[in-house]
């Protein structure tokens, strides 16, 4: 399967951009890639990024499947179909936003937009080999998207290239404005461990980089992540947690709900306070570097059989959820493995706000392949 939930042209003659079903693009309804919403109406408005890329003349040309309710990292979906990884058809395509990933990697389309609450952009994006990009909590607007209220959750594009997450974010950001080359540029580089291959590809992009480097520790890294799943556990049981015991879920998302549930006020309390301390931490790096850099994922993407098999996958989001906890802007640019036929992803870290900058190191950075 392509990726696609509906398939249909909206707008103008300029680039093709495909959305996740959990955007609500007029005439199509939103069904967020679940059962419980098979009946839904159509949307009657479209979300207020679709509607500001028509108006710069951009092609709707479909909405894609997700995880389910875009909650989970496999993009395995019974109900609205499994993407096919265009890259490597063995391995997972990754979640939530799979058929967004998909359909840009197969080159189905120039863009498409997923959504980033867990790093549910960057995850499918690094897992096949494309660019996905996270920007600033709230840059761009979330009217229009599911779920209604949360904390983490940012709308994002996918592209094949840079030229692609700039042009998305200049249709939907009237206020971005891609910054100038610079002839140098500070990048701290987080110490994580990653498997053998990732970090062989980080190093070589690295070493041609032209970029001034120097290694730093990120310490609130793992208290961040954990601090992140508490958040998205409260919060997607608030917007959907009413659908459980009722046969409309599948049961991965089913069982997931009824873990969220226990999530006291006291967890997200403790949540909000690594939060804070962490957001610190990251802007007090940021104040001497232009960027961090860190893997995107810790590994390559897991094998389908595997995954099929009951194999976890929760450790692929360990670089990312932390960045939706602290709201910083964060980019995952693909660079070849040394020694298999495969992306890795390499995941940019900047000051918010400074979405320009870091789309700018990006572009400069992969015009050089």
């Known amino acids: 399967m392509s990726g696609w939930m509906i398939k249909g042209v909206l707008g103008g003659s300029g680039p093709t951009v495909a959305i996740k079903d959990s955007i609500d693009v007029a005439g199509w309804p939103t069904r967020a890639g679940s059962r419980a919403f098979e009946q839904c109406a159509p949307a009657t408005v479209h979300a207020e990024v679709v509607q500001a890329m028509l108006s710069k003349g951009w092609q709707v040309t479909g909405k894609t499947v997700l995880h389910e309710l875009a909650f989970g990292l496999t993009g395995i979906n019974e109900w ?22 998909a359909v840009v990697a197969q080159g189905e389309v120039d863009v498409a937009l997923g959504t980033d609450t867990g790093g549910s952009v960057r995850m499918p994006a690094a897992c096949c080999g494309i660019f996905g990009f996270k920007p600033t909590f709230a840059r761009l607007s979330r009217r229009g ?35 100038e080359p610079r002839e140098h540029y500070r990048v701290g580089v987080v110490q994580v461990d990653c498997q053998a291959e990732v970090q062989a590809a980080l190093d070589v992009a690295l070493a041609g980089s032209g970029w001034s480097t120097q290694p730093v520790e990120l310490a609130g890294l793992p208290a961040a992540f954990e601090a992140a799943l508490t958040m998205i556990n409260a919060e997607t049981w608030a917007a959907f947690g009413h ?11 089913e069982t997931r709900l009824i873990r969220a549930a226990d999530t006291t006020a006291q967890h997200k309390a403790q949540a909000e306070q690594v939060r804070h301390t962490f957001s610190l931490e990251i802007d007090a790096l940021l104040q001497t570097f232009d960027a961090l850099v860190l ?12 995954v099929l098999a009951g194999a976890s996958v929760l450790d692929l989001t360990c670089f990312l959820r932390p960045f939706n906890l602290s709201g910083h802007p964060a980019l995952t640019v693909p660079v070849p493995c040394v020694d298999v036929p495969l992306m890795a992803g390499m995941q940019l870290i900047g000051r918010k706000q400074g979405d320009e900058l870091l789309c700018a190191m990006a572009t400069e950075l992969t015009a050089q392949r």
Not at 87 to 101: F, L, T
Not at 155 to 178: C, E, N, Q
């Open 295 to 306: 893997p995107s994922l810790p590994r390559l993407p897991s094998f389908l059989e595997d």
């Open 80 to 101: 609205a179909g499994t993407p096919i990884n265009p890259m490597a058809p063995d391995r997972i395509v990754g979640g939530s936003s799979s058929g967004s990933a």
């Open 243 to 253: 659908y459980t015991g009722k046969g409309l879920l599948g049961a991965d998302v």
């Open 145 to 179: 998207v599911q779920p209604l209220a949360t904390t983490l959750d940012c709308v994002g594009p996918m592209a094949r290239h840079m030229s692609g997450i700039v042009a998305a974010m200049s249709a939907m950001d009237d206020t971005f404005k891609l910054a």
